[in-house]
Nanobody, 124 residues
Framework: QVQLVESGGGLVQAGGSLRLSCAAS????????MGWFRQAPGKERQFVAA????????VYAESVKGRFTISRTNAKNTVYLQMNSLKPEDTAVYYC?????????????????WGQGTQVTVSS
């Protein structure tokens, strides 16, 4: 079993930055791709970014490309999401997830473990 705990969310003004962290425990996720998803009130869960097991490959949703950066430190079993130039439409609960595969995927179905989420609120 893998437990994922997100942190780093909060309230920020538009144009500001936040760095989310996702710490894994229970077993290592160093062989798994990791992803970030988000869900705004009344909307479906949306893919944000993913990173391969070794960090060599990343993929981003078009809406965050150029503003968000996903990274990982396998020695710490931790994944990060650096969010810059935040917009009010980025407001959502952000979830970290561990994939069943080592390569990057954007489909939520391939992610077998999910965190509880951290709230990000961007004010205008």
């Amino acid at each position: 079993q893998v437990q994922l705990v997100e942190s780093g969310g909060g309230l920020v003004q538009a144009g500001g930055s936040l760095r989310l962290s996702c710490a894994a425990s229970g077993r290592t996720v160093s062989g798994s791709a990791m992803g970030w998803f988000r869900q705004a009130p009344g909307k479906e869960r949306q893919f944000v970014a993913a990173i391969s097991w070794n960090g060599a490959n990343t993929v981003y949703a078009e809406s965050v490309k150029g503003r968000f950066t996903i990274s990982r430190t396998n020695a710490k079993n931790t994944v990060y999401l650096q969010m810059n130039s935040l917009k009010p439409e980025d407001t959502a609960v952000y979830y970290c997830a561990a994939s069943r595969f080592s390569a990057v995927r954007s489909a939520a179905e391939v992610y077998g473990y999910w965190g509880q989420g951290t709230q990000v609120t961007v004010s205008s």
